[in-house]
C-alpha cells in the first residue's frame, strides 16, 4: 500500500505523483483532499471513483459540519472552503450528493502493522476523534506502540520520523510537494518536484 499525504485541492500534483508510482497501486490517502488549492472536485472524484481507500481529514469534516451548522460553516469557509465549492460548480447542492460518501470514511484504517490516521494517533486506536482529526501533539510519547502510525495534518518541510511514526504532510499546497511512502517496499517515499500552482 502507497499512502499519500494532505493533497488540498491540488489535482495537478496527484497526476504528477502518479506517474512516479508502480502501475496498479494500492493507494490510501491521509485526508483533507479539499480546500484552499482549485481543484478539490477531481481529487474527491479520483479517490471516490477509484474506490481508493481514504480517512477523512478535519476538512472534510468541516465540510461535513458546515452542511448542519452555520458556526461550523464559518471556520469551513475561513479554511478554504469557498473554493471547494467554487470546484463543484459554485453551488452548495451539487456537494449535498457528496456527504454520504465524506461521512462514511473512516478516522483510521488498519493495514498489517501500521495505522493509517489524519494526525497523529498518540494512542493508536483508543485516540479520541478530534485528536484524529485535529492533533498536533507530534512530541508526545505514543501511549502504546501496537502500530506504526503513518498520518498527515500537520505540514513539515520533509516526511518526518517521529520514533516509529511517520508524518508524510509536506504542505503541498503550499510547496508543490506531494508525498507518498510505500509501506511494502521498505519505506520508500515518492515526491512531487515542488511545483507551486500559478492558479492558486
Known amino acids: 500500500m502507497i ?15 502518479v506517474d512516479l508510482l508502480p502501475k496498479n497501486s494500492n493507494l490510501c490517502f ?5 480546500d484552499r488549492g482549485p481543484d478539490s472536485k477531481q481529487v474527491v472524484d479520483l479517490v471516490k471513483d477509484n474506490n481508493y481507500q481514504c480517512v477523512r ?17 464559518n471556520l469551513w469557509y475561513q479554511n478554504g472552503g469557498g473554493i ?10 451539487c456537494l449535498k450528493d457528496y456527504l454520504p460518501w465524506l461521512k462514511s470514511l473512516p478516522l483510521y484504517i488498519i493495514y498489517k502493522n501500521f495505522l493509517i490516521s489524519h494526525s497523529y494517533a498518540y494512542d493508536s486506536i483508543n485516540t479520541y476523534e478530534d485528536d484524529l482529526l ?9 501511549l502504546n506502540n501496537e502500530y506504526i502510525n503513518i498520518f498527515g495534518h500537520t505540514p513539515h518541510k520533509k516526511v518526518t520520523q ?5 508524518c ?7 510547496t508543490g510537494v506531494l508525498s507518498a511512502i510505500d509501506l511494502d517496499d521498505n519505506m520508500k517515499l515518492y515526491q512531487t518536484k515542488g511545483k507551486v500552482n500559478a492558479t492558486v
Open 84 to 93: 471547494t465549492v467554487d470546484s463543484f460548480g459554485g453551488k452548495d447542492n
Open 57 to 73: 481529514g478535519n476538512h472534510e469534516d468541516m465540510l461535513i459540519r458546515g452542511f448542519s451548522d452555520w458556526t461550523s460553516v
Open 134 to 142: 485535529w492533533g498536533r501533539d507530534l512530541l508526545s510519547d505514543p
Open 162 to 166: 517521529y520514533g516509529n511514526n511517520w
Open 3 to 17: 499512502v499519500i499525504g494532505d493533497v488540498h485541492g491540488r489535482f495537478d500534483l496527484i497526476m504528477e505523483l
Open 168 to 174: 508524510i504532510d509536506t504542505g503541498a499546497f503550499h
Open 30 to 34: 491521509v485526508g483533507d483532499l479539499i
